[in-house]
């Protein structure tokens, strides 16, 4: 019941989302583009929707290509809402 319990806040926590790191160029906060695929309403055909999110990044460990998951959190400032909770993929570095 316990384990239960803690999957429950776990999921209530926030709304988390993937994208791709586009900018690391501001102190402690990355631009993070989130792209999803939806059909069409009236004809059908899939149709690729993306929108930008700030999100807080504490150590700035995030650079620009990287893969990472973002979630809701309290607004940080007036264009930051998400925090990065994850790196799921590095850029390599050339």
Known sequence: MNDQATQDAAQKS??????RVVS??????VTVLVERRVRHPLYGKIVTRSHKYHAHDE???CK????VEI????KLSKTKAFRVSKVLEKVRAE
């Open 14 to 19: 926030g709304h988390k989302l993937t994208g």
């Open 59 to 61: 150590g700035n460990e």
């Open 24 to 29: 690391d160029k501001m102190n402690k906060t």
């Open 71 to 74: 979630e809701a959190t309290r």
């Open 64 to 67: 620009a290509g990287d893969l």
